[in-house]
């Protein structure tokens, strides 16, 4: 069974010769995380050529992924085209997320947590103030308006837990 808690990076790891460009926006976003974090010239010397690279791979995925985003390790995005993140949502390790995905706000206060394994189906809609538990899945086309428990199943529009 796939960690909740324990990324696997070899997930996010592109295979030689493939083209992935969900795996490269992926690797831009961990360099420009990784550059700021250090915080030596070195690294703010290159931190705009990261930033350029991730925005060149933005425009290729069509994915709206900012840098500064709280996602876990091992995050696979085969499909990434139309995913949006908000910048303040947080997305533990080890999760599944494919095209037209929205994580964000809604008029309520607060932003999605996803916890870790987390399987989010396309076109799915994620929203608000919510909590997804880990283990939990997101059919396609779901809106889902209300928190999620670990190990269950929320499909519909609204979503609802089966």
Request: proline share 10%; aromatic share 4%; charged share 15%.
């Amino acid at each position: 069974m796939i960690s909740a808690t324990e990324a696997d990076w070899s997930r996010e790891k592109p295979l030689p010769g493939q083209y992935e460009p969900g795996k490269k926006l992926l690797a831009a976003l961990r360099r420009y995380q990784r550059l700021r974090a250090e915080s030596t010239p070195f690294g703010k010397l290159l931190r705009p050529f990261v930033v350029l690279q991730h925005r060149f791979w933005s425009a290729v995925s069509g994915a709206d992924i900012p840098l500064t985003t709280k996602i876990g390790g091992g995050l696979l995005i085969p499909h990434p085209n139309g995913i949006v993140i908000h910048p303040d949502a947080e997305i533990g390790p080890n999760c599944l997320i494919f095209q037209q995905v929205t994580i964000g706000a809604s008029p309520k206060p607060g932003l999605p947590v996803i916890e870790g394994h987390v399987d989010i189906g396309a076109g799915a809609k994620i929203l608000g103030p919510i909590h997804i538990g880990a283990h939990a899945r997101v059919g396609a086309n779901a809106v889902v308006l209300h928190s999620v428990p670990a190990n269950a199943t929320a499909v519909g529009i609204p979503a609802v837990v089966k």
